[in-house]
C-alpha cells in the first residue's frame, strides 16, 4: 500500500462528521461585553484534541480568551512547510427563531449538518485536523513540516492570523490552504477590502436656527453621490479577473450624530458613514487611500463649514492572486483529481480572509479551497455537506503530501 493510500484510509466518513458536529456544538461567537462569548472553549477542545493524537502544539494568546492553537508534525528546516488554516470564531447566530434546526445543535439531516459555523468554517478546520491527523495514525512522516493553525478573530479585525505572522512558526510558512467554504473549487484569487470611516464635522445648533450651525447630514448625500463614481475608478484601475467580481464600494452603517443622544431639534456635531471598499488584484493600497482622500476632498469643498476626514478600520487587506504554475496550486489540482477522478475546478473569494494578512505580511503564495456552499455562510441554517466535508479532508492530506514532497 502506497503513501496515498495509507492516508486515505485513515480519513473516516464518521469520525469527521462527529468531529465537525462537536465543534459546531461550542459556540465562538465573540460578544465584546461577554467574558464567555470567544473562542477559548473551542480553542481548548482542538487543543485537547491534538495532544491526544501526538502532535506538536502551541496555544497563542491573541487576546483575552482569544488564542491561537498551531499543532504540527515534522520539522522546520527539512524541506518545505505548509499550513492548514482555518479559524474559530463564528459569527452571531442572530434570531434563533429563524433557524429550522438550533444553531448550535448540528443536526445531521439528509447529508448536512446544520449550525452556526458548520460551512464558515468548522467544517473545513475539521477536514484540515483530520487530514494533518491522518499522517500520524497511517505512520507517513510529512517530508517536511505540516502546521494546521486554529486562530481567533478572523470574522473581526484578524488578531489571530497577525499575531501568527509575528511568531516563529509562523515566519517559517513557505504556503497556506485557507479551508474556508469554497465548494472545494481551487480559488487563485480573492478580493480585499478596506472598510474607510469617513466623518463629517460641522457645528452643533438650534434645529429651528439652522444658520447657526454647519449642519453635516446633507453632505452625506453629496457624498453617497460620489459613490458610483468612485467605484467606477476603481474599476478602471483593477485588472480583469476570470474568477472575482469587479471592486464594489458599499455604504453599510449611517449614523447621526456621533456622540450624544439624537434630538430632533437638535442639529448634531457630526455624522459619519462606512463603506465597504472590496478590491481586486490591481489596486494597491497608496491607491485606494488616494481615491477616497479624492472623494473626501470634493465633499468638503461643495460643503463649505464641513470638515471631512476618513480612517480605514483595521489595516487594508490586499486582494491577492496567485499562478496557476505555483507548487501549491500544482499540489491541490493533483489531489483533486487523484481524491474525486474529475479534473479541478478553479475560482475566486468574493471576500476577504486571513490568507490576505498572510500572503502580504508573510509574501507566501496562498490558495483557498474548502467544503461549503459560498454563499452559505452567514445566514440562518447555514449546513455543510458531509460529502464535500470527505472530499476535502482526502484533497488536504494527498495535497499536503505532494507539495511537502516537492
Given at each position: 500500500?502506497?503513501a496515498?493510500?495509507?492516508?486515505?484510509?485513515?480519513i473516516?466518513?464518521?469520525?469527521?462528521?462527529?468531529?465537525?458536529?462537536?465543534?459546531?456544538?461550542?459556540?465562538?461567537v465573540?460578544?465584546?461585553?461577554?467574558?464567555?462569548?470567544?473562542?477559548?472553549?473551542?480553542?481548548?477542545?482542538?487543543?485537547?484534541?491534538?495532544?491526544r493524537?501526538g502532535?506538536?502544539?502551541?496555544?497563542?494568546?491573541?487576546?483575552?480568551?482569544?488564542?491561537?492553537?498551531?499543532?504540527?508534525?515534522?520539522?522546520?528546516?527539512?524541506?518545505?512547510?505548509l499550513l492548514?488554516e482555518?479559524?474559530t470564531?463564528?459569527?452571531?447566530e442572530?434570531?434563533?427563531a429563524?433557524?429550522?434546526?438550533?444553531?448550535?445543535?448540528?443536526?445531521?439531516?439528509?447529508?448536512?449538518?446544520y449550525?452556526?459555523?458548520?460551512?464558515?468554517?468548522?467544517?473545513?478546520?475539521?477536514?484540515?485536523?483530520l487530514?494533518?491527523?491522518?499522517?500520524?495514525?497511517?505512520?507517513v512522516?510529512?517530508?517536511?513540516?505540516?502546521?494546521?493553525?486554529?486562530?481567533a478573530?478572523?470574522?473581526?479585525?484578524?488578531?489571530?492570523?497577525?499575531?501568527?505572522?509575528?511568531?516563529?512558526?509562523?515566519?517559517?510558512?513557505h504556503?497556506?490552504?485557507?479551508?474556508?467554504?469554497?465548494?472545494?473549487?481551487?480559488?487563485?484569487?480573492?478580493?480585499?477590502?478596506?472598510?474607510?470611516?469617513?466623518?463629517?464635522?460641522?457645528?452643533m445648533?438650534?434645529?429651528?436656527?439652522?444658520?447657526a450651525?454647519?449642519?453635516?447630514?446633507?453632505?452625506?448625500a453629496?457624498?453617497?453621490?460620489?459613490?458610483?463614481?468612485?467605484?467606477r475608478r476603481?474599476?478602471?484601475?483593477?485588472?480583469?479577473?476570470?474568477?472575482?467580481q469587479?471592486?464594489?464600494?458599499t455604504?453599510?452603517?449611517?449614523?447621526?450624530?456621533?456622540?450624544?443622544?439624537?434630538?430632533?431639534n437638535?442639529?448634531?456635531?457630526?455624522?459619519?458613514?462606512i463603506?465597504?471598499v472590496?478590491?481586486?488584484?490591481?489596486?494597491d493600497?497608496d491607491g485606494?487611500?488616494g481615491?477616497?482622500?479624492g472623494?473626501?476632498?470634493?465633499?468638503?469643498?461643495?460643503?463649505?463649514?464641513?470638515?471631512?476626514?476618513?480612517e480605514?478600520?483595521?489595516?487594508?487587506?490586499?486582494?491577492?492572486?496567485?499562478?496557476?504554475?505555483?507548487?501549491?496550486?500544482q499540489?491541490l489540482?493533483?489531489?483533486?483529481?487523484?481524491?474525486?477522478?474529475r479534473?479541478?475546478?478553479?475560482?475566486?473569494?468574493?471576500?476577504?480572509?486571513?490568507?490576505?494578512?498572510?500572503?502580504?505580511?508573510?509574501?507566501?503564495?496562498?490558495?483557498?479551497?474548502?467544503p461549503?456552499?459560498?454563499?452559505?455562510?452567514h445566514?440562518?441554517?447555514?449546513y455543510?455537506?458531509?460529502?464535500?466535508?470527505?472530499?476535502?479532508?482526502?484533497?488536504?492530506?494527498?495535497?499536503?503530501?505532494?507539495?511537502?514532497?516537492?
Open positions: 500500500m502506497n496515498i493510500q495509507k492516508l486515505l484510509e485513515q473516516r466518513d464518521t469520525e469527521l462528521v462527529a468531529l465537525t458536529r462537536d465543534l459546531v456544538r461550542i459556540p465562538s465573540y460578544r465584546r461585553d461577554d467574558p464567555d462569548a470567544n473562542e477559548s472553549k473551542v480553542a481548548s477542545f482542538i487543543e485537547a484534541w491534538f495532544r493524537e502532535f506538536g502544539v502551541e496555544v497563542q494568546p491573541v487576546a483575552p480568551g482569544r488564542p491561537n492553537v498551531i499543532a504540527w508534525l515534522g520539522e522546520a528546516g527539512r524541506g518545505r512547510t492548514l482555518g479559524h470564531d463564528v459569527v452571531t442572530g434570531d434563533p429563524e433557524w429550522s434546526h438550533p444553531p448550535f445543535s448540528a443536526d445531521l439531516v439528509d447529508g448536512r449538518i449550525g452556526r459555523g458548520a460551512a464558515d468554517m468548522k467544517g473545513g478546520l475539521a477536514a484540515a485536523m487530514a494533518a491527523a491522518a499522517f500520524k495514525r497511517a505512520g512522516r510529512p517530508p517536511g513540516r505540516l502546521v494546521v493553525g486554529a486562530l478573530d478572523e470574522e473581526g479585525a484578524m488578531l489571530g492570523v497577525r499575531h501568527l505572522c509575528r511568531t516563529p512558526i509562523g515566519r517559517q510558512l504556503a497556506a490552504i485557507i479551508c474556508e467554504p469554497e465548494q472545494n473549487e481551487i480559488c487563485l484569487e480573492q478580493r480585499g477590502v478596506v472598510w474607510a470611516r469617513v466623518r463629517l464635522r460641522g457645528r445648533a438650534h434645529g429651528a436656527m439652522p444658520e450651525g454647519a449642519n453635516p447630514i446633507p453632505p452625506i453629496t457624498l453617497l453621490r460620489e459613490v458610483p463614481a468612485l467605484e476603481l474599476r478602471r484601475i483593477a485588472l480583469r479577473s476570470r474568477y472575482l469587479p471592486p464594489t464600494v455604504p453599510t452603517v449611517l449614523r447621526a450624530p456621533i456622540q450624544g443622544v439624537p434630538q430632533a437638535v442639529i448634531p456635531a457630526g455624522s459619519e458613514l463603506l465597504d472590496r478590491l481586486t488584484p490591481g489596486i493600497g485606494v487611500r481615491e477616497i482622500e472623494l473626501c476632498r470634493r465633499v468638503e469643498s461643495a460643503h463649505p463649514g464641513i470638515k471631512v476626514e476618513w480605514p478600520l483595521g489595516a487594508l487587506r490586499p486582494p491577492t492572486k496567485v499562478a496557476r504554475e505555483e507548487p501549491l496550486v499540489a489540482g493533483w489531489a483533486v483529481k487523484k481524491v474525486t477522478g479534473a479541478p475546478r478553479y475560482g475566486g473569494v468574493p471576500g476577504s480572509t486571513d490568507g490576505t494578512i498572510l500572503h502580504s505580511e508573510l509574501g507566501i503564495p496562498i490558495v483557498t479551497c474548502g461549503g456552499n459560498r454563499l452559505i455562510p445566514q440562518a441554517d447555514e455543510v455537506e458531509t460529502r464535500e466535508l470527505v472530499e476535502a479532508a482526502r484533497i488536504y492530506a494527498v495535497a499536503a503530501l505532494k507539495f511537502l514532497e516537492g
